[in-house]
């Protein structure tokens, strides 16, 4: 009876470190996994506070928009999504590329008629118009 438990005690010691050698990577992968992810959270609303833009004027008639980058990040002209009474629209951009603060680009809405435009940025922020 002495020797069956020892062996016992010995198998369960042993089955334990086993299972924590392989609980312990796997736990802490997953941990680094976590603070990356909230890491890129926190600098993505950073970012979404910094980006203010604003729609300075928008001439429906001919289908011209002016937006101003009112924020401090720098923005990508053409990852814009224009917005056209509800439903995605096509445009073209001037000047394409780079869209630094405290400067305004035009966009060009094909087809465009009176009712409301939304220019969203690639970060989520946002300006509309009625007209």
């Known amino acids: 009876m002495g020797f069956s438990t020892s062996a016992v005690v010995v198998i369960f010691t042993a089955s ?9 990577p796997l736990a802490d992968m997953s941990y680094h996994r976590m603070l990356k992810a909230e890491k890129n959270f926190n600098e993505q609303q950073i970012e979404k506070l910094n980006t203010k833009i ?14 101003y980058n009112n924020g401090s990040t720098t923005l990508n002209s053409s990852k814009l999504n224009v ?6 629209t096509s445009f073209t951009v001037s000047p394409q590329g780079v869209w630094t603060p405290r400067n305004s680009i035009n ?3 094909q087809g465009a008629t009176n009712g409301r435009v939304k220019i ?10 009625v007209s």
């Not at 917005?83 to 995605?88: D, K, L, Q």
């Not at 969203?120 to 118009?129: L, R, S």
Request: net charge negative.
């Open 16 to 24: 334990l470190m086993y299972m924590a050698a392989m609980f312990y």
């Open 83 to 88: 917005i056209h009474n509800g439903s995605f």
């Open 120 to 129: 969203i940025t690639a970060n989520g922020a946002a300006d509309y118009a």
């Open 107 to 109: 966009v060009s809405i």
């Open 54 to 67: 604003t729609i300075t004027n928008w001439a429906a008639s001919d289908g011209n928009i002016t937006i």
